[in-house]
């Protein structure tokens, strides 16, 4: 952790939705947001109304929505009038087949705007929408179906003969399955039941606390958990889109994450609809001279991205940005894996503005901890609490139990909330238990260990579980690192505690090379002087294995634990999100 700051105050007025964080964080309360949402008659909410309906009505029906980018380049238009009509095809369909409130309907898409309108449709009917990634093999399918009990799907013929059909008698719950291109025998076509169906749906009026979105989690840490979101929680998509990632109305944004993770749905479809931007959706997988090309061209003002696609572009270096302009691009935010400094430091340079690290779980439902546009950039640290949320250190008395916040700046202990913003997850599906152990004296625990510097900013140490214990140090993987990609050489690393008789654990790093370099001894010895003149003997990797690639989620976050199984030969566990070719 260093004090390096990038300032906003310097040179250039920035100009953000929000002028003064101290100021806002302590006016702020949750019925100031509640009131940038319409809400419907006698207290009833939606979240598609206030995604689509309502800007609708306000006249804005003409404006681009969703621009979709299909893999061979071709641009389709949505606007909000559209999205709105084909929504209310898809509510309609939904009822047509006997759907009603609460029932589940799943999507298995990539991005297509079906996938977009299916979310929506589903919502205005009051049914739970929950996406799944598309390249999920058939048994994580399977299992996410049956925990949630999903009644509907809508996917593709290819994924349905591939993955799903040899699914469907073990699968009593799931009446219908609509397919977007030729319905194999068994499922619906769903363009032929859109074309019969009317355009006009009255978005079904909800409780603010029925449930609305099913999504699970991303399985880092073992077995994905099922995580219930309500119809309130669009105060909070809102307004943390409007807060920590800057939007206005009439925005280009482009958020990367696939539909699949809860990013995809929280601010890949919610909060940038709410704030009525025109969002582009790109059908194609990571590609660098493809991501640059897609930022110039449609003029993206507000790009929202993670880590590990940060460092892909790190790693093929500047010279694919050349003869690019960015400078339509206003704000730039990373999310789902600590963000190390060196990238933040990068983009400073290659974009001429850093990328703001925000932190968050499915759990939260959305952003918590951000770097803002209005504030100070400390690269390698989350950044502060939105106005709203109140974040803290805590540490549980080993004895008694009782939990005391940490106020000694600089001291690691776990990261904790104080329940009561409207994203909170409302469960565990069926897991009430493991639901209840989040929570203690008021904080809901994170599972993250963190700590906090003497201006209230957050510095990620690592996961609960990653923690490693050698000669009496407590090692976060994230600060090794950051340090080892700091290495010319070095492109990603992950860093694990591996048992030692006399240490307790040391620590050994796998990284992976930037293009141009080669395995050899030489390389290894001089990442390790690196690592140990950076962070001393006693933090310093002892071991430094090459390896072509990192076990990763879908999500695209490092899997310490199965590095950690492997390197020691156990069982690997859970690996239904684990990343791989098969689409
Ligand atoms: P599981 O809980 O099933 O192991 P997961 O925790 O990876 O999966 P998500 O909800 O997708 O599932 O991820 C949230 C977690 O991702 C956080 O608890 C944190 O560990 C990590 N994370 C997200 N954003 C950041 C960030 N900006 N900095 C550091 N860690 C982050
Ligand atoms: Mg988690």
């Known amino acids: 952790m260093d004090d390096t700051r990038i300032t906003k105050s310097d040179g250039v007025k920035i100009v953000s939705n929000m002028t003064d964080y101290t100021s806002l964080s302590a006016t702020f309360s949750w019925t100031d947001a509640r009131a940038l949402v319409d809400g419907l008659p006698e207290g009833k909410m939606n979240i598609a109304h206030e995604a689509v309906d309502r800007h609708v009505t306000a006249g804005h029906g003409e404006q681009l929505a969703l621009r979709w980018i299909t893999k061979s380049g071709q641009r389709h238009d949505f606007s909000y009038g559209d999205l709105q009509r084909e929504a209310n095809r898809f509510a309609n369909v939904l009822r047509a087949r006997g759907f009603q409130k609460g029932d589940r309907v799943y999507a298995l898409l990539g991005r297509v705007p079906q996938l977009y309108i299916a979310a929506l449709g589903t919502l205005k009917a009051g049914c739970t929408f929950c996406p799944l990634f598309s390249a999920f093999g058939p048994e994580p399918i399977r299992a996410r179906m049956e925990i949630g009990g999903a009644n509907a799907l809508i996917t593709t013929a290819r994924l349905y003969e591939r ?9 009593p719950d799931l009446r219908d399955v609509f397919v977007i291109d030729d319905a194999p025998e068994d499922t619906l076509s769903l363009a032929d039941l859109m074309r019969w169906a009317g355009d006009a749906f009255e978005t079904e009026p909800m409780d603010r606390e029925d449930t609305a979105l099913l999504h699970f989690t991303s399985g880092t840490t073992g077995k994905p958990k099922g995580v219930v979101h309500v119809h309130e929680a669009v105060v909070a998509h809102n307004w943390t889109g409007h807060i920590a990632l800057d939007l206005r109305a009439g925005d280009v944004y482009w958020c990367t994450a696939d539909p699949g993770w809860v990013t995809g749905t929280s601010y890949g479809i919610v909060a940038p609809l709410t704030n009525r931007v025109s969002m582009i ?22 790009w929202y991205t993670a880590p590990t696609a940060i460092r892909m572009l790190m790693k093929a270096g500047t010279g694919p940005m050349q003869h690019h302009d960015f400078a339509a691009l206003r704000f730039m935010a990373s999310v789902g894996e600590p963000l190390n400094p060196e990238a933040v430091v990068w983009a400073s340079k290659a974009f001429g503005k850093p990328f703001h690290d925000n932190w968050w779980q499915t759990e939260t439902g959305g952003i918590m901890i951000a770097n803002f546009a209005a504030t100070d950039v400390k690269p390698g640290s989350m950044g502060q609490p939105l106005p709203g949320i109140k974040a803290g250190i805590v540490e549980k008395d080993e004895d008694t139990g009782v939990l005391r916040e940490v106020t000694e700046p600089h001291t690691m ?4 909330l104080r329940a009561g913003w409207p994203s909170m997850m409302r469960g565990y599906l069926h897991e009430q238990a493991r639901y209840d152990k989040c929570f203690l004296d008021g904080w809901y625990l994170t599972g993250d260990l963190a700590l906090r510097d003497e201006d209230g900013y957050f510095w990620f140490v690592g996961r609960a579980d990653d923690l490693i214990k050698s000669a009496g140090h407590l090692i976060g993987p994230f600060e090794v690192e950051s340090v080892l990609i700091e290495h010319e050489a070095v492109a990603e690393a992950g860093v694990i505690g591996i048992p030692d008789e006399t240490a307790g654990e040391v ?15 030489d390389l290894r010895l001089d990442i390790l002087a690196h690592a140990r003149k950076k962070l001393g003997p006693a933090v310093a990797p002892k071991e430094i294995a090459f390896s072509e690639d990192l076990p990763k989620t879908r999500s695209g976050k490092i899997m310490r634990r199965l590095l950690k199984a492997r390197a020691l030969g156990l069982p690997e566990g859970d690996l239904s999100t684990m990343e791989s070719d098969e689409t």
């Open 163 to 171: 993955k799903v059909k040899s699914l469907r008698s073990a699968l």
């Open 281 to 302: 959706v790109d059908e194609a997988e990571f590609d660098v001279a493809r991501w640059y090309e897609t930022l110039e061209s449609e003029g993206v003002t507000v």
């Open 413 to 416: 202990g776990e990261l904790a």
């Open 507 to 521: 620590v050994k790093a796998f990284v992976t090379l930037r293009q141009g370099f080669d395995e050899s001894e």
